[in-house]
């Protein structure tokens, strides 16, 4: 490029330059939409229950009503639950903090990274169920596998972002470890530590969900309770598990957390005996195909062609992803004003605020599982509990962005505010923001399958039920690639001039 197209290029009027980056932003927006409705004739959104309102009151009531006395021992359950989401956190930590530093120099590094975390928690969990049984083992390599291409990502993205002055004042030769203690720890440590509280938060809710696959954290008595029909009993462990985010910053101290450490490891005995031998058969034989392992090649065409035809599973799987996205854009348009600072009153706000956090604070697969009981199987759950907690999240990191903006207008009425000054400076991050959940969504989307939905999930689920490991690791793969290239795809759609909004959640 010249320097005069480069002269043009810088002197090109700012209006001019916002106008097409909000065409731009429409046509994603409309493109998404009309993409959605297109498809959604195809998804089966039917109601199969005979009286949704009937137990929506229920559980309300229960909800309302909690039965604290039912609870069988609540605090071993919530210690179990605090234990795992710490060891695996750490474990995570300890394993993707090497990672991190070779992570922009190694190619490798970089795809093993992007596989690991592109496999949900519990998929890991069922396999690790076949080697270590229901046991703690198995919670905490369910969470440190993923956990650490997380971190590598992560804590890699932020060390990228650092003043680069520092390292070049280091004398030439310096070891890639010295480099990082020396020049970028001091400086990124603010950061690094943020995240690392926040992968925690999400590592209890984790841990919760894990009692879905029969590990016996507080997912699963409340999986069990609301399966049963139990929902006094359910609303008070709701509440248990609500008190347990929202008291986070308090029993979650810096301090606390050696004493939580070793406490923890108290819980998590007895640890499981495993055979060496054993463990190196699954690993080695009972995971892959056994014509791939003769090299057999007929044989792989057969075993290919005895898999179930998973066209009808991946369709509903992205279609479900993309109705899940929108439906979290439209729920993020209509819930981030009843938040934000510059419309309603204290106690709009407050309850706005309030139902986003108990959105955002749900995992996707437990609203989708009470959702379930209220409509029966079908697509119709799994959008709803997706559109919920990811418009909610976003929703709340857009009425914070949105609460640091002092408005020009400050006599303009609430409508006005809303659509002429606010909207169009916070919806390029709203819009990055969803691109940056999109492949949280999908990942999601697949072990919404575990509760019946017709995913990539309910096969593998099946497959690992029926012992079928070669077909469940197969599908699995399958999942980890989907997840792969819709994240690519999404780095491509992502709105380069948007304002950078902070969302941890993404990763």
């Given at each position: 490029m010249?320097?005069?197209?480069?002269?043009?290029?810088?002197?090109?009027?700012?209006?001019?330059?916002?106008?097409?980056?909000?065409?731009?932003?429409?046509?994603?927006?409309?493109?998404?939409?009309?993409?959605?409705?297109?498809?959604?004739?195809?998804?089966?959104?039917?109601?199969?229950?005979?009286?949704?309102?009937?137990?929506?009151?229920?559980?309300?009531?229960?909800l309302?009503?909690?039965?604290?006395?039912t609870?069988?021992?609540?605090l071993?359950?919530?210690?179990?639950t605090?234990?795992?989401?710490?060891w695996?956190?750490?474990?995570?930590?300890?394993?993707?903090?090497?990672?991190?530093?070779?992570?922009?120099?190694?190619?490798?590094?970089?795809?093993?990274?992007?596989?690991?975390?592109?496999?949900?928690?519990?998929?890991?969990?069922?396999?690790?169920?076949q080697?270590?049984?229901?046991?703690?083992?198995?919670?905490?390599?369910?969470?440190?596998?993923?956990?650490?291409?997380?971190?590598a990502?992560?804590?890699?993205?932020?060390?990228?972002?650092?003043?680069?002055?520092?390292?070049?004042?280091?004398?030439p030769?310096?070891?890639?470890?010295?480099?990082?203690?020396?020049?970028?720890?001091?400086?990124?440590?603010?950061?690094?530590?943020?995240?690392?509280?926040?992968?925690?938060e999400?590592?209890?809710?984790?841990?919760?969900?894990?009692?879905?696959?029969?590990?016996?954290?507080?997912?699963?008595?409340l999986?069990?309770?609301?399966?049963?029909?139990?929902?006094?009993?359910?609303?008070?462990?709701?509440?248990?598990?609500?008190?347990?985010?929202?008291?986070?910053?308090w029993?979650?101290?810096?301090?606390?957390?050696?004493?939580?450490a070793?406490?923890?490891l108290?819980?998590l005995?007895?640890?499981?005996?495993?055979?060496?031998?054993?463990?190196?058969?699954?690993?080695?034989?009972?995971?892959?195909?056994?014509?791939?392992l003769t090299?057999?090649?007929?044989?792989?065409?057969?075993?290919?062609a005895?898999?179930?035809?998973?066209a009808?599973?991946?369709?509903?799987?992205?279609?479900?992803g993309?109705?899940?996205?929108?439906?979290?854009?439209?729920?993020?348009?209509?819930?981030?004003?009843?938040?934000?600072?510059?419309?309603?009153?204290?106690?709009?706000?407050?309850?706005?605020r309030?139902?986003?956090?108990f959105?955002?604070?749900?995992?996707?697969?437990?609203?989708?599982?009470?959702f379930?009981l209220?409509?029966?199987?079908?697509?119709?759950?799994?959008?709803?509990?997706?559109?919920?907690?990811?418009?909610?999240?976003i929703?709340?990191?857009?009425?914070?962005?949105?609460?640091?903006i002092?408005?020009?207008?400050?006599?303009?009425s609430?409508?006005?505010?809303?659509?002429?000054?606010?909207?169009?400076?916070?919806?390029?991050?709203?819009?990055?923001?969803?691109?940056?959940?999109?492949?949280?969504?999908?990942?999601?989307?697949?072990?919404?399958?575990?509760?019946?939905?017709?995913?990539?999930?309910?096969?593998?689920?099946?497959n690992?039920?029926?012992?079928?490991?070669?077909?469940?690791?197969?599908?699995?793969?399958?999942?980890?690639?989907?997840?792969?290239?819709?994240?690519?795809?999404?780095?491509?759609l992502?709105p380069?001039?948007?304002a950078?909004?902070?969302?941890p959640?993404?990763?």
């Amino acid at each position: 490029m010249t320097g005069t197209e480069l002269a043009r290029r810088d002197t090109r009027p700012r209006w001019l330059s916002g106008q097409s980056t909000g065409l731009r932003l429409a046509r994603h927006t409309l493109t998404l939409v009309a993409l959605a409705v297109v498809l959604v004739p195809f998804a089966d959104l039917a109601v199969v229950t005979r009286d949704p309102w009937g137990e929506l009151a229920q559980m309300a009531r229960g909800l309302a009503w909690p039965a604290w006395g039912t609870v069988e021992s609540p605090l071993e359950a919530l210690g179990l639950t605090v234990a795992v989401a710490l060891w695996g956190t750490l474990g995570g930590l300890l394993l993707g903090f090497p990672l991190a530093l070779l992570f922009a120099r190694s190619r490798l590094v970089r795809a093993g990274c992007a596989f690991v975390r592109a496999i949900h928690e519990l998929f890991w969990a069922l396999l690790f169920l076949q080697v270590f049984g229901l046991s703690a083992a198995t919670a905490l390599m369910a969470l440190a596998i993923p956990y650490a291409g997380i971190f590598a990502k992560v804590f890699a993205e932020i060390l990228e972002q650092i003043p680069g002055a520092p390292r070049d004042a280091l004398p030439p030769g310096v070891s890639r470890l010295s480099r990082f203690v020396y020049a970028e720890l001091p400086l990124a440590w603010t950061r690094l530590a943020a995240y690392t509280r926040y992968r925690f938060e999400c590592a209890l809710r984790a841990s919760v969900l894990l009692g879905f696959v029969g590990l016996p954290t507080l997912g699963f008595q409340l999986e069990t309770a609301f399966r049963e029909g139990r929902y006094h009993e359910a609303g008070a462990l709701l509440w248990l598990f609500y008190l347990l985010i929202a008291s986070l910053p308090w029993w979650g101290h810096r301090r606390l957390i050696p004493l939580l450490a070793i406490g923890g490891l108290f819980l998590l005995a007895p640890w499981p005996e495993v055979s060496g031998s054993l463990l190196w058969r699954f690993v080695s034989q009972d995971i892959w195909p056994p014509a791939l392992l003769t090299r057999d090649w007929g044989g792989l065409i057969d075993w290919l062609a005895r898999v179930p035809d998973l066209a009808p599973a991946i369709g509903n799987t992205l279609l479900l992803g993309l109705l899940g996205s929108v439906g979290a854009l439209l729920v993020a348009l209509a819930l981030w004003p009843l938040a934000c600072r510059h419309f309603g009153n204290p106690a709009t706000r407050l309850a706005g605020r309030g139902l986003l956090l108990f959105l955002r604070s749900t995992p996707e697969l437990m609203l989708a599982f009470l959702f379930l009981l209220l409509l029966g199987p079908s697509l119709l759950p799994a959008w709803l509990a997706l559109s919920l907690h990811n418009g909610a999240l976003i929703a709340f990191l857009v009425a914070r962005h949105a609460d640091a903006i002092t408005p020009g207008m400050p006599d303009a009425s609430g409508v006005g505010r809303f659509a002429y000054e606010l909207l169009p400076r916070v919806y390029p991050g709203m819009l990055a923001l969803l691109y940056y959940r999109a492949e949280v969504i999908l990942r999601e989307t697949a072990i919404l399958g575990m509760l019946g939905v017709a995913t990539l999930g309910y096969y593998i689920d099946a497959n690992f039920e029926y012992l079928l490991f070669d077909v469940a690791f197969f599908l699995l793969m399958v999942t980890a690639l989907l997840n792969i290239a819709v994240d690519a795809l999404s780095r491509r759609l992502r709105p380069r001039e948007a304002a950078v909004i902070d969302d941890p959640c993404q990763r």
